[in-house]
């Protein structure tokens, strides 16, 4: 079957799914929304207000049928139609969800709140015109997600060993916050840099055994191919 696919044009009605959800906390929470139909994807993400993603989701959610129009008049918004998407990639067990256009540029969905890669690619596969296929994980796609993890931990236990080689016993602080000072001298002579090389390798170590695990078992990645 081949699907045609082509821009939205004023006045047209297009209904479709849309997903919406949340990455990270805090001040640094990102709100993405992805709006998938025959027409394509239309994805508005890494939105740092609230409140207008807020209106977006309801404007979009209680008007179906302009749903995509609506998406669109955010200036964020991205546009990638159907007929130029030529793979979808999804690895769950990674949290990787890509989208390969016919010229091999490479989009990715980000993971957050609620499952929400699986939603946009159940959605895609609800589509008509995808061969589906399993394929698995290549190293570097397993890799990726804890070298970053371990560089962190690295530079950050790094510090840590380094402050607490440089930590006295008869440290005397002076000036402004002395009392915090002396407490963290205190605390670092106390653990000292062997043990709070033990403690970084520790913490590192979970994270390297889970990496091992995943390269012998390599996780399995769900495709769709256009056809």
């Known amino acids: 079957m081949t699907l045609q696919s082509a821009p939205v044009a004023d006045g047209v009605q297009v209904s479709g799914e849309m997903i919406h959800w949340e990455e990270g906390i805090g001040d640094d929470t990102k709100y993405h929304i992805a709006h998938v139909s025959l027409v394509g994807l239309t994805f508005v993400r890494k939105l740092k207000d609230h409140a207008r993603f807020q209106q977006l989701v309801s404007s979009a959610s209680s008007d179906p049928a302009n749903a995509i129009q609506i998406l669109r008049s ?6 990638l139609n159907l007929a130029d998407i030529a793979r979808v990639s999804f690895a769950e067990p ?10 091999g540029t490479r989009t ?6 609620g499952k929400p890669q699986g939603k946009v690619f159940e959605a895609f596969k609800k589509l008509p015109g995808w061969t589906p296929s399993e394929e698995e994980a290549d190293a570097w796609s397993i890799l990726q997600t804890p070298l970053f993890v371990l ?30 000072k002396q ?21 590192a170590l979970p994270i390297t055994l889970i990496a091992i695990s995943q390269l012998i ?7 769709l191919m256009f056809q």
Do not use: H
Request: proline share 6%; glycine share 12%; aromatic share 12%.
């Open 217 to 223: 078992k390599r996780p399995i990645r769900q495709i």
């Open 183 to 203: 407490l963290m001298n205190t605390v670092g002579y106390a653990i000292g840099p062997f043990w709070m090389s033990v403690a970084v390798g520790l913490l």
């Open 74 to 79: 955010e200036p964020k918004a991205e546009v």
């Open 151 to 180: 560089c962190v931990i690295g530079v950050i236990g790094g510090f840590f060993i380094w402050f607490t080689s440089i930590c006295e016993p008869n440290y005397e602080a002076s000036g402004r916050r002395s009392g915090m």
């Open 108 to 113: 990715k969905i980000p993971e957050g709140k």
């Open 94 to 103: 990674l949290n990787q969800l890509y989208l390969y256009d016919t010229a």
